[in-house]
């Protein structure tokens, strides 16, 4: 019997690479739950801050991108940078591309990942109890157990980030309706840090931003600002965005420590254009050297942070959120085998990866953010699908493909 190659996720890049391995005729067997991370982990009422250019999920053949999606279902045809996307809306396109491209996926959670005893290949658990072994493993797991708080904020969480404890992370609120009539804290100056603070403004909260570094809480340009002599990328005119969007090929060849820090800064902590007048005299704001410590205080959350001019000052309120974002580790991937995470190599907790997306581990693939360290930023984003998606069907095809 031919065996399967194994998907493990079923978010854009899972599901896009899935596409491309069907498409070349690789049987395959693809798990999760479809769109989990933006169902389950975003708040509703959410605005995608990608553009509608920048977040069609890559397929191998056309009639697949959001708009064809937004025919598809009678919605306004979202095209231009102008065109705002809400999370609704994204989902809806996930799942109908998974209906039509990857119709055969499995509503299960892979348990383990290890190498096949006696031959090649590798051989997956699966939360049904089924065992089976994979020729080929690709791992899309995407934000899925990377959720980050820093330590100085878990200190306040003993028991775990909660929505019902003193304090959360921001993948922990699809509801931010439950803070109407408290005061809130997010921690961050991100996107997700901002458009949470907005949201639970919004909805009845009174809510400040606590953001490290002076000059933080920033917006970006409306489309119609953009500089016109730039090239035009997915994430706005510059050249440097330019690069990293159309160019990830050398990224992997770059020293380590530039890698790291690009992925962290580029396309970094910025509120979309259209975040500015939501949050302008809504949400309090307080930039600060840095965050000392988080505690509780009898039914309130106590941050201690060093100010600019070099003093301390508690900050105190009902909740706290920390959007303190995702950050990658082999180690916080527990599906995958003890041996095979001590046998890749890896570069500060993320896997070091070849042409083609492959792993030290001939035949285990991965993509999406844990791609990123060796792909570059655009791996964080749904249109690093399009790079992504065909050079890893067919690294996998050729080598494993017979
Ligand atoms: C608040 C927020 C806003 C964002 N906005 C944008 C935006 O506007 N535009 C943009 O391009 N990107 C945005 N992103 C980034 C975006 O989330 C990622 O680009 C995208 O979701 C990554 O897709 P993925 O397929 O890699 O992973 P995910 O979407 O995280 O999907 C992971 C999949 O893995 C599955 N899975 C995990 N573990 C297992 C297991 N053991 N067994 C089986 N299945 C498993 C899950 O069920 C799920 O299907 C945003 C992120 C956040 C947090």
Redo the contacts with the bound molecule.
Sequence with gaps: MIQPVAV????????STAAHLRARGIPVRV????????RG??PDG?L???TPA??SIDAPQPGHTLADYCDAAGLRRLVTDEDIIPVETFIGYGEWFQQKLVPELER????SVDRATGGSGFELKLDSGELFTARAVVV??????LAHLPAELAAAAPDGPSPTGPLSH??QHPDLGRFSGRELIVVGAG??AL?TAVLAAEAGARVRVVARGRGRVAFGAPPWRQPRLRPESPFGRAWSLWAFSYYPHPYRYLPADLRHYLVRRVLGPLGAWWLRARFEGNVQVSEVERIVRAETAGDRTALTVRTHAGGGRELTADHVIAATG?RVDIAAMD?LGHELRTELAVSRGTPRLGAGYVSSVPGLYF???PAAASYGPVM?????TEFASPRLAGHLAAAHGG
């Design positions: 493990i996720g079923a978010g854009p890049f899972g599901l798990f999760g739950e479809p769109m989990v991370s933006w982990h975003m959410m995608l801050k990608s920048a977040s299960v959670r892979v348990v899309a797991t995407g934000l899925s157990g921001s993948s996107q997700s458009e995702y599906f993509t999406g953010l964080r984003f749904v249109c690093g």
